[in-house]
T-cell receptor, first 118, second 110 residues
C-alpha cells in the first residue's frame, strides 16, 4: 500500500517550453501533496505544499509563476514548469501524506521525474 | 529551528558486516521521525516511522530505534542490495515540511 506514481519518469525539452509532471497517489487519498527538487548529491529541497482544492504554498525563493501547481483531486497533483530554462534541469520528486490528519503522518514519495532542458 | 544530522556521511561494509547509522535531531516537540532509503535516480522509499523514545521497528535486516536525542538504523548482515543512501527526517509542527539529514551513503561489497 501507499504507492505514489509520477509521470513522466524523465523528460527532455527545449528551452522556453512548458513541461507538466503528474503525481498520483494510487491506493490512498492525500489531502496534501508536496513537490521537491533534488540536485546531484544533495538533499531534497521542498518547493511547495499542495492542498486539494486550494492554492499551493510555495517555499521562499520558489517562483510560483514559474512552477505552477494544481491539486484538483485527492489523488492527483500536477507541477508545470513554465518557460523552462537549462537551470531548471533537475530531479523533481513529489510526495503525498496519507489522509489521517496528524502532523506525524508519513509522507510517501514518488519515483521522481528527471527534467533536462536543452 | 529543527535540525537533523546524520553520521557517517559514507559507510563501506563487507557483506555480512553489521553496523549502525546515526541520526541526531533537535526539534521543538517530536512529531515523528522517518527513515527512508534512496537509490540513485529514484525517489525515497519509506522504511520506518518512529514516534516515541524507546520505540523500535524492524524490517528484514533493518532495525530502527529512537531515543530522545537520536535514532539509529541498525543493519544486520547486510547484503550488496542494501547499498543505498539512507535518509532520516522529521516533520514540522504542521506535518508539512520535512527536515532531512544529509544522508548516509551505504556501500556493501560482496
Amino acid at each position: 500500500g501507499a504507492v505514489v506514481s509520477q509521470h513522466p519518469s524523465w523528460v527532455i525539452c527545449k528551452s522556453g517550453t512548458s513541461v507538466k509532471i503528474e503525481c498520483r497517489s494510487l491506493d490512498f487519498q492525500a489531502t496534501t501533496m508536496f513537490w521537491y527538487r533534488q540536485f546531484p548529491k544533495q538533499s531534497l529541497m521542498l518547493m511547495a505544499t499542495s492542498n486539494e482544492g486550494s492554492k499551493a504554498t510555495y517555499e521562499q525563493g520558489v517562483e510560483k509563476d514559474k512552477f505552477l501547481i494544481n491539486h484538483a483531486s485527492l489523488t492527483l497533483s500536477t507541477l508545470t514548469v513554465t518557460s523552462a530554462h537549462p537551470e531548471d534541469s533537475s530531479f523533481y520528486i513529489c510526495s503525498a501524506r496519507v489522509l489521517a490528519g496528524g502532523p506525524g503522518d508519513t509522507q510517501y514519495f514518488g519515483p521522481g521525474t528527471r527534467l533536462t532542458v536543452l | 529551528e529543527d535540525q537533523v544530522t546524520q553520521s557517517p556521511e559514507a559507510l563501506r561494509l563487507q557483506e555480512g558486516e553489521s553496523s549502525s547509522l546515526n541520526c541526531s535531531y533537535t526539534v521543538s516537540g517530536l512529531r515523528g521521525l522517518f527513515w527512508y532509503r534512496q537509490d540513485p535516480g529514484k525517489g525515497p522509499e519509506f522504511l520506518f516511522t518512529l514516534y516515541s523514545a524507546g520505540e523500535e521497528k524492524e524490517k528484514e535486516r533493518l532495525k530502527a530505534t529512537l531515543t530522545k536525542k537520536e535514532s539509529f538504523l541498525h543493519i544486520t548482515a547486510p547484503k550488496p542490495e542494501d547499498s543505498a543512501t539512507y535518509l532520516c527526517a522529521v516533520p514540522d509542527r504542521a506535518g508539512n515540511m520535512l527536515t532531512f539529514g544529509g544522508g548516509t551513503r551505504l556501500m556493501v561489497k560482496p
